[in-house]
């Protein structure tokens, strides 16, 4: 039989998922007991025990400077700053891949644009932003829109292109407008994939945020993560990694949730 034609069974499927991780955990395992057993005092890759101590000191005792919870507080700010840029580059990726999708005239304009500011490198302006906008939220908040809005909303503008001329005939030709075309033959259409330009754009987003608190922040996840650096707290930056990785997974997962209960007529021939 061709491998292309193979499917694993449930049980198996799930094995083969949990394998690479097994093996990765296996591996530190190994490395951090060897490393540990020749020098206790090794930073470079902590146990299970020093990790778990870590967590306990970050999540469930309070800070004696600021009393607070350092890994609650940190993840509240870092999330806050999170959902504030991505609602707003969803909302002017969705706007912008609407005006130019739908528009020819706008699209002469739009589309050349977003193309250009797409290929700057976000993080390469990023001392631009904290000179225009100063080094509070605001900043933080437009590095993620500037570095994920031009994404979406060439990703909208390609779907709603992609939309067939014969839709748009037919909705004219019973006397839709310009509006009604937008509201109810692009829009479903355009909302069903950004959720799913959302959920790709996941990482990237993750990826500003942790850069612009690493650099000038005095609290949030890539800030504490930066600031423990110095002292080689790998047993502080390792489960604050896995943290976010796990709070990426599960926006994740709320997104998938979302896409299947909004959009099913979308979900249809997938595996």
């Known amino acids: 039989m061709r491998q292309i034609n193979r499917h694993p069974q449930q049980g198996m499927r799930l094995i083969l998922m949990l394998l690479p991780f097994v093996l990765l955990i296996a591996a530190w395992s190994i490395g951090s007991a060897v490393r540990l057993e020749a020098n206790p005092q090794d930073k470079l890759l902590p146990g299970l025990s020093q990790m778990l101590t870590a967590i306990d000191r970050m999540a469930f005792m309070p800070d004696k400077r600021s009393g607070e919870y350092l890994l609650w507080s940190d993840t509240l700010i870092s999330l806050t700053r999170l959902l504030m840029g991505l609602s707003v580059s969803a909302l002017l990726g969705l706007s912008i891949g609407v005006t130019a999708g739908v528009f ?47 994404m979406l909303a060439r990703d909208l503008e390609q779907r709603a292109r992609e939309i067939p001329a014969e839709l748009f005939i037919k909705a004219q030709t019973l006397g839709a407008n310009s509006w009604t075309l937008v509201l109810r033959v692009v829009l479903p259409q ?59 997974w599960l926006m994740d997962l709320g997104l998938r949730q979302l896409h299947k209960v909004c959009f099913p007529w979308a979900e249809g021939g997938r595996v």
């Open 190 to 248: 355009l909302l069903s994939r950004l959720i799913t330009s959302l959920r790709l754009l996941l990482g990237s987003a993750w990826l500003f945020l942790i850069s612009a608190e690493a650099i000038s922040a005095t609290a949030g996840l890539g800030y504490r993560i930066f600031l423990v650096r110095r002292y080689m707290a790998m047993d502080v930056i390792i489960p604050y990694v896995i943290w976010i990785t796990l709070l990426a």
């Open 104 to 150: 020819p005239v706008y699209r002469a304009v739009l589309s050349p644009l977003m193309t250009v500011i797409s290929m700057v490198p976000p993080l390469a302006i990023l001392p631009v932003l904290f000179i225009v906008f100063g080094l509070d939220e605001f900043s933080k908040v437009m590095l993620i829109v500037i570095g994920i809005t031009p």
